[in-house]
């Protein structure tokens, strides 16, 4: 991960992202990139005449200077610092930035939402986890924590993609010195299920050992998935959580994020990098 993308639209939960993108591009060793997205679905773009989408573009320019300034002061000097303005819609302009980078993680903040809102969830954030094909670094709004990682939690599942976290999260464990928790949920009604975690949790233990990185294991019976996370990070003072980007099919040419990965990301109150899957794991039809 070479570069840091920061998706700004100068809200307090924007900056509040920003921050943690610069602790990334720090300790990463990465280029920086404030990324600003005109939307033409916006009201105040649509009625507004020329001269005033170009007053929007001055307006834009000028604060995005001063927070690249602000930024630079807590990066090495020989960083890559740019702002960035593009016009479409934020999910998909977010995700085209990304892959012309390469390489790229991409840092959002996000209002999130719970309940009977969770159906009709539209957020820019949302939208760019569900359609992005790297990874993404997604942080609740009013949520205030140590932006130095010491602590990351990964959820290990009987899902035949669930290690393909592992490699970016050691990744950065070994750039912040963290520390990785295994974490194994399983029903004790399904004893096999237990039997293929335990596995995963093995391989995953050999991997982190090879690597130099800490680690411990810890072994959940429980039904329910996101409240167990949540829970267990809360009580570990776990300040990421490292998730697969879980979808299923919603129609011709349209994923949707499940309904664990939907619930994490909205109601998490530590921050959650969600991991594209590499489907090339699964068989060919």
Known sequence: MKNVIVGIDFSPCSLNAMKHAVSLAVNLKASLTL??????????????????????????????????EGCKKYLPKDTKVQYKIRMGKPSREINTEARTQGNAITVLGTHGCTGFEEFFMG???????????????TIREGINISRDLTD??????????TLQ???VATTLAKAFQAKIHLMGFHSGNYPEIKRIIDAYIQKA???????????????????????SVIQIAKERN????????????????????????????????????????????????
């Open 165 to 167: 976290k592992l490699k």
């Open 152 to 161: 990351i939690l990964l959820p290990i599942d009987d899902s035949l993609e």
């Open 205 to 227: 233990s050999l991997y982190l050992n090879e690597n130099n990185v800490r680690f411990e294991v810890i072994d959940v019976d429980t039904s329910n998935k996101v409240g």
């Open 35 to 68: 990324l600003f997205v005109i939307s033409p679905d916006e009201k105040l773009v649509i009625e507004a005449s020329a001269k005033d989408k170009s007053d929007i573009i001055t307006f834009a320019e000028k604060k995005l200077t001063e927070l690249v």
């Open 238 to 285: 776990i300040n990421l959580i490292v998730v697969m980007k879980e979808v299923e099919s919603a129609g011709e040419n349209l994923f949707i994020l499940t309904q664990f990965s939907e619930k994490l990301v909205n109601r998490s109150p530590i921050p959650i990098l969600t991991i594209p899957i590499d489907s090339s794991i699964y068989p060919k039809r």
């Open 123 to 137: 957020s820019s954030a949302f939208k760019t986890v569900s359609g992005s094909s790297n990874p993404v670094l």
